[in-house]
């Protein structure tokens, strides 16, 4: 085997983190522990020259807007000199900026000058490297030594199952087992933290964020995180990629979160992902109605928040013809079968605005096609709305700041016979607690929370909504409040507050307008489910925008220079790369 044939396929998914944190907040935390990660896929967030596909400087122009987000961390796939076959994971060197397989066949491809076969799990233009090779380990190091010695504060290591293969290199069975998931891919992992950790030491400088991509077995991704003699890497959390559908229940996404939690390691924390670059988006998948909910989850459970761009919009996926693919896992597939495996729905341009181009680009001709409910479905749109999707998402991402979050505990419950999801997040000798409670359902709930937790007072403070609940702000009687379909609400306990509570009168938004609109019990009944996890019948929701008017966003690209607090920048090398940034 060639001994540079894993090197291009390991450091080709080396992606950045901008993160700025309060240390106060954190206690006795890392500061990676709790960030809130915000995921870029350059090609598709920013033009910045006009020839219609994303780049760096365009990412910069927009840092005041991730930064008004409350984002900590951002997380950049691959900006690396490439040949674009593979949208740059391809990476022909990990220490110069670009401007700016997935096929089918043979693993093995011949090199006529060498006259050698070469391995390569991915695309022909990304060779296997040798991990047992100590050479390549040595490379690897010095990439890793490079980034750091300016100032990055992080790596996303991808693809950790196929870091090696079978020695003998024999032919691959259907079970999978001598060409993924092999023991020393994860002592590589271990080799990896050591190598930064000692860099860190000799440094004297703050911890770096490590985490590790890998669809595997969950035995397998909790030995990521180290035993009795080696400290690990965190592996991604994709559960809510994976397992969490639009036809879930309540005791299900109970079962699949809280059997996740229970695998941690002692004080290990988590990580929570609800879209990435090779996966439909969230709004797409579990439903656009949803995804003001699913936010009060991923971003309110402990641990890191991972958010994709655009899905704080509620971004959905969109089609791309044939003649417009550029996924070369869809081009493998031919014509007739390219839509089920092109993960190019989920790359398209962020939409900024209702301009040309929804802001993205002043080309008319953009590298993947727009989606067309961009006039109304745009940040411009959402941010002169009074209730939306990315407001609701700006809320949540300050509340999770808070204490309660940051260091309390949690406990799930399901009610209305599946239907009603309840989180509770609550801190030990902490005066305030927080209910999340989330309607799965396509019909209006009546909930009565006093049938889990029958020591509540008798209101509660309604601290976010969802951008189609009925109620806004204001107080909810705790044992009769009304959940429209898919609607959402954060509620906060007043019992040790004494906070006075207001008119129990809920606002709704109409077209534009506000009303206030007493609540009112319904015939609908309430009771908690026992029921075993398991699934419910729905059908995804379809969407509804009232937004309107637009203003560029676009900003002097110097500007990031004067923004605070201070930001960490991580890399993605299928090791990822984190450097720090003043934002």
């Known amino acids: ?30 500061w990676w522990e709790n960030t809130l990660v915000y995921q870029i896929w350059p090609r ?18 927009r840092l005041d807007y991730i930064k008004n987000l409350g984002i900590e961390t951002i997380c950049l796939n691959p900006i690396y000199s490439s040949p674009l076959i593979d949208a740059g994971y391809d990476v022909s060197n990990f220490m110069e900026v670009s401007t700016y397989s997935d096929e089918e066949g043979s693993a093995w491809t011949w090199h006529e000058r060498k006259q050698q076969w070469y391995y390569h799990k991915y695309h022909t233009s990304q060779p296997d490297l040798n991990l047992r090779n100590e050479e ?34 024999r032919n691959e069975p259907v079970g999978g087992f001598y060409t993924f998931g092999l023991s020393e891919s994860t002592a590589l992992l271990y080799l990896f933290r050591r190598h930064v950790d000692e860099w860190v030491s000799r440094n004297n400088v703050t911890s770096k964020l490590l985490i590790a991509e890998s669809y595997d077995a969950d035995d397998n991704l909790i030995d990521y995180y180290g035993n009795g003699t080696h400290n690990g890497i965190p592996p991604i959390n994709f559960k809510f990629i994976t397992h969490i559908h639009n036809s879930s229940s309540a005791d299900y996404i109970k079962y699949i979160l809280e059997e996740w939690i229970k695998l941690l390691p002692e004080n290990a924390g988590t990580n929570w992902v609800l879209s990435n670059h090779d996966n439909s988006r969230a709004a797409s998948r579990i439903g656009l109605n949803r995804v003001d909910g699913l936010h009060m989850l991923s971003l309110l459970l402990p641990g890191q928040a991972h958010t994709y761009y655009g899905d704080e919009l509620g971004m959905l996926d969109t089609k791309v013809l044939w003649n417009r693919t550029l996924d070369p896992m869809g081009c493998a597939k031919g014509i007739e079968k390219y839509e089920y495996f092109s993960r190019d729905p989920a790359r398209t341009p962020m939409q900024w605005n209702s301009e040309i181009s ?17 006039i109304n479905r745009n940040v411009q749109a959402q941010l002169n ?160 925008t009232t937004e309107s008017t637009k203003t560029s966003t676009t900003k002097d690209p110097n500007s990031a220079a004067n923004l605070t607090p201070a930001v960490q920048l991580v890399i993605s090398l299928i090791i990822a790369v984190i450097a720090s940034y003043r934002i």
């Not at 060639?2 to 954190?26: K, P, Y």
């Not at 598709?44 to 020839?51: A, E, I, L, N, R």
């Not at 929804?358 to 961009?374: D, K, Q, R, V």
């Not at 489910?529 to 379809?542: V, W």
Request: proline share 3%; with cysteine.
């Open 385 to 544: 709305r009074k209730r939306s999707n990315l407001k609701t998402y700006k809320e949540l991402a300050a509340l999770r700041k808070g204490p309660v979050f940051v260091n309390g505990d949690y406990e799930f419950k399901s009610l209305n016979n599946n239907r009603v999801l309840v989180l509770k997040r609550f801190l030990k000798n902490h005066p305030l607690a927080y209910i999340i409670v989330i309607n799965l359902g396509l019909r209006q709930e009546q909930v009565n929370l006093s049938l889990i937790y029958p020591y509540l007072k008798d209101t509660l403070e309604i601290v976010v909504a969802s951008s189609n609940a009925l109620y806004v702000k204001g107080v909810v009687q705790q044992n009769n409040f009304i959940l429209t379909a898919n609607a959402a609400l954060v509620l906060r306990s007043q019992e040790e507050t004494g906070h006075t509570p207001i008119d129990p009168t809920v606002t709704t938004e109409t077209d534009g307008e506000v009303t206030n609109n007493s609540t009112k019990a319904t015939t609908l009944s309430t009771s908690e489910t026992t029921s075993s996890p398991g699934n419910k019948t729905s059908s995804e929701t379809t969407e509804k």
């Open 44 to 61: 598709g967030f920013q033009d910045s020259d006009g020839d219609g596909e994303g780049d760096l400087k365009g990412i910069i122009n």
């Open 136 to 169: 390549v380990i040595k490379e690897i190091m010095d990439i890793l030594d490079f980034w750091l010695d300016r100032d990055v504060d992080g790596f996303r290591i991808n693809a950790v199952p196929y870091f090696v293969e079978d020695e003998a290199l």
């Open 1 to 30: 085997m060639l001994a540079f044939t894993r090197f291009v396929a390991l450091i080709c998914t080396l992606e950045f983190l901008l993160s700025g944190v309060n240390n106060a907040e954190l206690a006795n935390k890392e």
């Open 358 to 374: 929804a802001g993205f680009s002043t080309n008319e001709t953009t590298y993947l096609p727009i989606h067309s409910n961009y």
